[in-house]
C-alpha cells in the first residue's frame, strides 16, 4: 500500500494545511456506487443478525418486532412519540425515578413525523428510521475510511464495526444507528473541510443523545487546528470553521437549556439523569465492577462487557500512539470518558462505544495488508461471535442493553 499504519503528526499537518476548499477527488469520496460492497456486506451481516434474533424470540414465544422496537429504551422513545414528554415512573425499591425527560428528542420527533406522513405504526415506524440510518452510517464509517485511506480500508472498516458484538443494537428502535450516521458524516464533512454541513450534522447528533456531544467536540478540535494552521502559514482565518464549530454544540446545550426550564433548575437534566441512578463519577463504579469480576463472578454479559470496555480503551490508546488525527482522537476520547466514567447500567457501556468507528481504523488498515484467506477466516469469526452474542443479549439475557 505504500504507507505507514496510521497517519503521522505530520501528515495531520498536511491534512489540515490551508487550501481554498476540498480538491475535486475529495468531493468525488463517499460516492454511494463504490460504497456499495461495504454496504451490501453491512446490510447482510446484520439483517442475517435481525432473522437469528427474530426466529429465536418465535422460538421461544416472544414477538420479533416486540423484542427489536419495544425493549429497554426503545419502549420509552415510542411513548414519548406517542403522548410526548411527562411519563414519571418510580421504581419499586423507591430509589430511582425514571424521567422520560432523559431522552433527547430528535428521534422520538423522526417517528412521530413519519408516522403521520407513512401511518404504518409507531414501532415500524421505529425500526425503519433505525434501520435506514445505520445504513447512512455504514456509509459514512465507510467515507471516513476512504477518505483517510483508500477504498479497501473503507470496506473493511464497515465489515469490523459491523460485527462488534453489541452491533445487532444498530437494528433496534435505540438512537445509536442515527447518532453514528449524523456523526460519521459531520466527521467526513470536517475532514473535508465542508465546515457548515460538519456543524449542522454535529448539531443534530447533538439532539439524538447525551454522548452527542462528541461529535460537536470533533467538529471544534477541527475547526481549531484548521484555524490554527491557517494562522501559523499567515493567511486569513476561514468564517465558516468558527460558524460551524460555534452551531455543532447547540443542539445538545439546547436540549439541556429546555429540560432546565422545564425542570425550573439550571442543571434539571442532570438531575433528571441522578434520579435514573446515572452520574458521572470519574470511573469509580467501572472501576469497582472490575474488582467485583476479579474478585467474585457475575453473569457472562458482566465478564463480555468488561472484555469490550477494556478492548475499547486497548484501541484507544493504540490510537493514539499511531497518530490518529486529533478530532477522531477528541471524539472518541468523549465517548469513552462519557461511558466508563458514568455509574448504572454497566452493561449498556458497550452501546454508548459503537459510535466510536474511528478506533477500528488501526486494525483496518492492518487486515487491507493482510491476505484475503485471513480476512476470511477472522471474518467468519467475528460473524459467528457477533450474531450468536447479538442473539442472545436480546432474547436470553436479562441485562440492560
Given at each position: 500500500m505504500g504507507h505507514s499504519p496510521m497517519r503521522t503528526s505530520d501528515a495531520l499537518t498536511r491534512r489540515f494545511a490551508p487550501r481554498l476548499g476540498p480538491p475535486p477527488q475529495l468531493q468525488?469520496?463517499?460516492?454511494?456506487?463504490?460504497?456499495?460492497p461495504a454496504l451490501t456486506l453491512f446490510a447482510s451481516v446484520r439483517l442475517t443478525g435481525v432473522i437469528m434474533?427474530?426466529?429465536?424470540?418465535v422460538h421461544i414465544g416472544r414477538h420479533p418486532r416486540r423484542v427489536l422496537g419495544l425493549e429497554w429504551d426503545g419502549r420509552w422513545y415510542w411513548h414519548i412519540s406517542r403522548y410526548g414528554y411527562g411519563l414519571i415512573i418510580h421504581s419499586k425499591t423507591g430509589h430511582s425515578v425514571y424521567n422520560d425527560l432523559a431522552f433527547f428528542p430528535l428521534f422520538p420527533g423522526l417517528i412521530r413525523a413519519v408516522n403521520t406522513v407513512l401511518p404504518v405504526g409507531s414501532t415500524n415506524v421505529a425500526l425503519l428510521i433505525a434501520w435506514s440510518a445505520a445504513l447512512a452510517a455504514a456509509w459514512g464509517v465507510y467515507a471516513v475510511g476512504e477518505l483517510l485511506h483508500n477504498r479497501r480500508v473503507g470496506i473493511i472498516l464497515v465489515a469490523l464495526w459491523a460485527l462488534l458484538p453489541h452491533a445487532i443494537i444498530l437494528t433496534m428502535a435505540y438512537t445509536e444507528s442515527l447518532m453514528s450516521a449524523f456523526a460519521a458524516w459531520s466527521i467526513y464533512a470536517m475532514l473535508s473541510r465542508r465546515w457548515m454541513t460538519a456543524g449542522t450534522l454535529?448539531?443534530?447528533?447533538?439532539?439524538?443523545?447525551?454522548?452527542g456531544i462528541a461529535v460537536a467536540a470533533a467538529v471544534a478540535t477541527g475547526a481549531g487546528v484548521h484555524l490554527w494552521q491557517l494562522r501559523r502559514a499567515g493567511e486569513p482565518t476561514v468564517a465558516r470553521a468558527w460558524v460551524a464549530a460555534a452551531v455543532a454544540p447547540l443542539g445538545w446545550l439546547g436540549y439541556i437549556g429546555w429540560v432546565g426550564v422545564r425542570t425550573h433548575?439550571?442543571?434539571g437534566y442532570f438531575h433528571v439523569q441522578s434520579l435514573w441512578g446515572s452520574?458521572?463519577?470519574?470511573?469509580?463504579?467501572?472501576a469497582h465492577v472490575f474488582k467485583h469480576l476479579i474478585v467474585g463472578h457475575d453473569t457472562l454479559v458482566v465478564y463480555a462487557t468488561a472484555a469490550i470496555v477494556l478492548g475499547f480503551l486497548l484501541l484507544f490508546l493504540f490510537c493514539v500512539l499511531n497518530g490518529l488525527p486529533l478530532p477522531l482522537l477528541t471524539y472518541c476520547g468523549v465517548l469513552i470518558v462519557m461511558a466508563v466514567g458514568g455509574t448504572h447500567f454497566f452493561t449498556s457501556k458497550p452501546r454508548l462505544l459503537l459510535p466510536a468507528f474511528p478506533l477500528l481504523l488501526p486494525l483496518a488498515l492492518h487486515l487491507a495488508r493482510s491476505r484475503l484467506r485471513t480476512i476470511v477466516v477472522l471474518f467468519t469469526a467475528l460473524a459467528s461471535v457477533s450474531l450468536f452474542y447479538g442473539t442472545y443479549l436480546l432474547t436470553l439475557s436479562h441485562r440492560a442493553l
Open positions: 468525488r469520496r463517499g460516492n454511494l456506487r463504490k460504497a456499495l434474533a427474530s426466529l429465536w424470540a454535529a448539531f443534530l447528533a447533538g439532539l439524538c443523545r447525551p454522548n433548575s439550571l442543571l452520574r458521572f463519577d470519574f470511573g469509580h463504579y467501572t
